[in-house]
């Protein structure tokens, strides 16, 4: 639906950081992670595709975790749908820090992202996303 449409336009939106301060003055994070708590699963992919553009940059990385986003993008990893899964993995790698990690780090998430890391058979973006994941937050 319409909704659909707009929030995969913001989250296209979310990858050029001309439009990171627009994006932060306009509330559109927190319409990202309103998204992932939708049924809608098209909605849900969107909305932690648009975390993921954006969380490479650091002020909206801060904003994403002030507003409860690192739960909301762990629960996109087991979602059935894979590009969402792709997004949660890309985001929680940039999301991951010093001030975040134990959040993140939780011991069932860290077997889901060795999981993925381990599945390069059947998904090798889940396995490099999840090993580039592992490389920099676990294993350094």
Request: aromatic content about 8%; charged content about 15%; glycine content about 0%.
């Given at each position: 639906g319409y909704k659909e449409r707009i929030?995969?336009?913001?989250?296209?939106?979310?990858?050029?950081?001309?439009n990171y301060a627009f994006m932060r003055q306009l509330n559109i994070l927190e319409l990202f992670l309103d998204c992932i708590t939708e049924p809608n699963e098209r909605?849900?992919?969107f909305g932690v595709g648009g975390i993921c553009n954006s969380c490479v940059d650091p002020a909206n990385a801060s904003v994403i975790t002030q507003c409860g986003g690192i739960p909301l993008v762990v629960q996109c990893l087991s979602s059935p749908?894979?590009?969402?899964?792709n997004y949660a993995l890309g985001a929680l790698y940039y999301?991951?820090?010093?001030?975040?990690?134990?959040?993140?780090?939780?011991?069932?998430?860290?077997?889901?992202i060795r999981d993925y890391s381990a599945a390069g058979a059947?998904?090798?973006?889940?396995?490099?996303?999840?090993?580039?994941f592992l490389d920099k937050h676990v294993n350094s």
């Open positions: 929030v995969a336009n913001l989250s296209n939106f979310a990858y050029d950081p001309y909605l849900v992919e749908v894979k590009n969402t899964v999301l991951c820090n010093p001030s975040t990690k134990n959040e993140i780090l939780k011991p069932d998430v860290h077997r889901i059947v998904n090798s973006s889940f396995s490099n996303l999840a090993n580039a």
